[in-house]
């Protein structure tokens, strides 16, 4: 450690996630770089999460544990970079876990280039037997401020083939500074909460690096907490719009239409969502409606344009033409 401060912290919000939570935080204290502080966040979980986290800081003085009330994993993620005393940030989700070179290919590329952010693949997995690599999405290298404007600003937050730069805070590593000065403040927001941070702090990053590993294990399991199916807000699509509105210049290049778009998608995914209440097609569909006449919500769906043919189309078309027997199909599909 330099100066008695770590280069990392790697954050952790916790809730439900008892079954999966120990290789999580074993394959933190296991990594090759030993540089780091993790900095476990309970967020009030109701099941043996708390005393799993409390042994483990026992064990390990690297270890630092807060218990907190529910409050989601907006607030979760906050409280953590608040307490948060290394260089960069590094998140990871409870159920997930890491590949023991993980951090060191992250400080391998700060002593080489110093970038404000670094981006990496990930591997998504189901089973030992069923897991899929899946590369970053862009050229492996070490981006300039120039570079950044040139190759991603033009679909930073969505394009009109509705491409966009990778929302997730996992499998990315934010200079501390940059990110706390961008993250998304309201802890309301239960959808699209990691896009809303990560698009602000890579408008005003000045270099980058994509690395080519996947180091990064994403678990795709129906019981996780954090992959449950469940009725999204409305408040949320206008929040995050907003944010990105104060947080972005919305007169350089197409920010503004990106942001209509972003959020027509945004839109539609909490229409599907609210399908996965328990109550009738009738009251559903009534409130979608009333929601969908927010002046906000009008407004993006009339100014967000998309190439025809693609997602992001008929998605606008669907809630323009107040197809809701389409949404509800949707929602089936995706349960």
Not at 167 to 183: E, G, M, P
């Amino acid at each position: 450690m330099t100066d008695n401060f770590p280069v990392f912290s790697v954050i952790v919000p916790i809730y439900g996630v008892e079954q999966f939570l120990p290789q999580c935080i074993e394959s933190v204290l296991q990594q090759s770089c030993a540089d780091f502080e993790l900095i476990l966040v309970d967020d009030g979980s109701q099941d043996d999460c708390p005393c799993i986290c409390d042994e483990y800081a026992k064990q390990d003085d690297r270890v630092h544990v807060i218990h907190k009330k529910n409050a989601g994993v907006v607030l979760a993620r906050q409280t953590g970079v608040a307490m948060a005393e290394g260089k960069y940030l590094v998140f990871i989700d409870g159920d997930d876990w890491l590949g023991r070179e993980y951090l060191q290919l992250f400080c391998n590329e700060i002593n080489r280039n110093n970038p404000d952010i670094i981006c990496c693949g990930s591997t998504w997995w189901s089973s030992p037997t069923a897991f899929t690599e899946k590369v970053f999405p862009i050229d492996v290298g070490w981006y300039s401020r120039d570079d950044i404007k040139a190759r991603i600003f033009s679909w930073l937050v969505e394009d009109s083939k509705g491409k966009y730069f990778p929302n997730s805070l996992w499998a990315k590593c934010f200079r501390t500074d940059l990110y706390k000065r961008h993250q998304l403040i309201n802890s309301y927001v239960q959808i699209g909460e990691d896009s809303a941070c990560v698009k602000p702090c890579v408008y005003y990053a000045n270099s980058l690096s994509v690395l080519p590993n996947c180091e990064y294990f994403y678990r795709q399991v129906n019981s996780s907490m954090t992959k449950a199916k469940k009725p999204f807000d409305w408040n949320g699509p206008e929040i995050i719009a907003k944010h990105f509105e104060k947080q972005i210049p919305m007169n350089e290049g197409d920010f503004q239409e990106q942001v209509y778009r972003n959020c027509v998608h945004n839109i539609f995914n909490v229409a599907v969502s609210r399908f996965y209440q328990k109550k009738s097609y009738k009251t559903i569909s009534n409130e979608i409606k009333t929601e969908l006449n927010r002046p906000y919500y009008k407004h993006a769906v009339a100014k967000g344009s998309f190439s025809f043919g693609t997602k992001g189309y008929f998605a606008k078309k669907i809630l323009q033409l107040r197809l809701l027997w389409v949404i509800k199909l949707f929602s089936l599909l995706k349960k």
